[in-house]
């Protein structure tokens, strides 16, 4: 049982809540404290000290002091003037993960966001009814205002609920179900929509995917490396350790192991070949500079996972400071980084298909006897050259960029929305290249037979073998792609 507030969440636990394989509570001690803080919130509310967000307006009217009567409607229009997204809607786990991440942050008890508000979204959760987000309209600044206000307007009754594949309007959701919204009170609305979660959210899924990604990079990477019958040696410890980066000393390592016990391997260990291509004796290298770019984005996703991102954040009874803790800088620069991260991993399994059609080292051209009258394997690697000139234009950092906004009081903003976004185009990319590189590998491994490779790869081998034959003469290969690219997203590819 994970106990929101007080528990830290991980990559791995935040991913089971969201799957219902790990249960989360609110226990006595984080209510004691969302209660103690929602305590100081109505003292400040009720006082004559302006305090930001409490008893004042927002953005450019921080400087107009709202009456006590006043308070609770401003919270509801807040949530209905900031419901401004555009685009299709985020995937239902996206948002789920969104509501698992801000209750986990107004648990800590600096909010000042009442446990009945928690409960609700708790309830939400529960039941799976998904609020419907938009995927376009935050800035990364003063939080994800947008994707928040659509996230929790059904708490007031307003927008729409996924139930199931299905949208539908939550005013009738609730009424089928006899509940009635609530009323928001001081500092909620504020506190729901202020924060980080959206872009929070997009790491997280982007992180789990990226983790088997990279897994898979080293498993089509070493396949290609013995239909190629490349060298070992790039691969040996005792060169990684005199420049230990830890992405290539892991990505060595693996390596080795996948190359362990491979007849293969053997038959040409001293073919006196000098050199190999940079995208098969550089894999360590490369593979592992994302690997160090993926273990940065994952230690600061769990920072931010565990850390009070609204504002004002309440310290004390005298104190409730205007900050900046819902900038999203922080992770949309690191977001941008594991982006290019992700981008290169399709990059040089791109040239390793190139490398594989080119005819070398006993390898027909085109990795089909008959060529001239077939094309081969020819055309595919034109699919991988679109997708990877495709994440290449998807590179470009939005951290870099700022347009002000709220009439200038909102300067500067992270824009780390669109970084979540397209981290996540990138990878869903990368599995289309990944799964085209292991119908090159598979094919080229073919023409080392009869010799046996390592245990993993034969598994792998008779996995693709299974759903895809081989090439002899040219066929439609549209379907065999597909169903290579499914087993990827299935993550069905032995990786460990």
């Not at 290249?433 to 081998?461: D, H």
């Not at 299974?466 to 439609?476: C, P, Q, T």
Request: negative net charge; glycine residues 8%; charged residues 20%.
């Amino acid at each position: 049982m994970f106990k929101y507030g007080i528990d830290k969440l991980t990559l791995e636990k935040v991913i089971q809540l969201a799957n219902g394989e790990l249960q989360g509570q609110l226990t006595s001690d984080a209510v004691s404290k969302i209660n103690k803080c929602r305590a100081l919130v109505e003292d400040m509310a009720n006082g004559d000290k302006a305090v930001y967000g409490i008893n004042t307006g927002f953005g450019p009217l921080c400087d107009t002091q709202i009456s006590p009567e006043d308070t609770n409607q401003l919270q509801q229009n807040l949530l209905i003037s900031h419901a401004v997204g555009v685009g299709q809607p985020i995937d239902p786990f996206i948002s789920k993960l969104m509501m698992i991440c801000k209750v986990h942050a107004l648990s800590i008890g600096h909010s000042g966001v009442r446990k009945e508000v928690i409960d609700r979204i708790l309830f939400f959760i529960e039941k799976d009814w998904i609020p419907v987000v938009p995927e376009q309209g935050s800035v990364g600044a003063s939080g994800d205002l947008a994707p928040l206000s659509h996230l929790f307007l059904p708490l007031i009754g307003e927008g729409n609920f996924w139930i199931g594949q299905e949208i539908k309007s939550v005013s009738d959701v609730l009424k089928e179900n006899e509940i009635s919204p609530l009323a928001l009170k001081a500092k909620e609305g504020l506190g729901l929509i202020n924060g980080t979660q959206f872009i929070l959210a997009h790491a997280i899924v982007g992180l789990h995917k990226m983790s088997y990604l990279l897994d898979l990079a080293d498993i089509s990477g070493t396949m290609s490396l013995e239909g190629y019958q490349g060298s070992s040696s790039p691969f040996k410890a005792e060169l990684h350790k005199l420049r230990p980066y830890d992405g290539s000393i892991l990505v060595a390592s693996r390596i080795r192991s996948l190359l362990d016990g491979s007849e293969n391997l053997e038959s040409h260990a001293n073919c006196g070949r000098v050199q190999d291509p940079y995208s098969l004796r550089c894999m360590p290298q490369v593979h592992g500079a994302s690997r160090n770019a993926y273990m940065h984005l994952k230690e600061l996703a769990e920072i931010e996972m565990n850390s009070v991102t609204d504002n004002p954040i309440v310290i004390s009874k005298n104190e409730a400071i205007s900050g900046g803790n819902f900038h999203g800088q922080p992770l949309a620069m690191a977001l941008d980084y594991a982006t290019i991260a992700a981008a290169e991993l399709g990059n040089i399994s791109d040239r390793r298909c190139y490398l594989l059609l080119e005819g070398h080292h006993g390898l027909p051209r085109l990795l089909v006897t008959s060529g001239g009258l077939n094309s081969g394997l020819m055309i595919p690697q034109y699919t991988t050259a679109a997708l990877v000139t495709e994440n290449k234009s998807l590179c470009f950092p939005p951290s870099a960029d700022s347009v002000p906004t709220s009439m200038g009081q909102e300067d500067h903003v992270s824009m780390g929305s669109i970084s979540g976004r397209k981290f996540n185009q990138v990878l869903n990319n990368l599995e289309k290249i990944l799964a085209i590189e292991l119908l090159y590998a598979a094919q080229a491994m073919e023409f080392r037979r009869p010799l046996k490779f390592s245990t993993l790869l034969e598994k792998n081998f008779d996995l693709i073998r299974e759903h895809v034959a081989k090439l002899e003469d040219d066929r439609y290969l549209n379907p065999d792609i597909q169903v290579l690219i499914q087993l990827v997203r299935d993550k069905k590819i032995f990786v460990a």
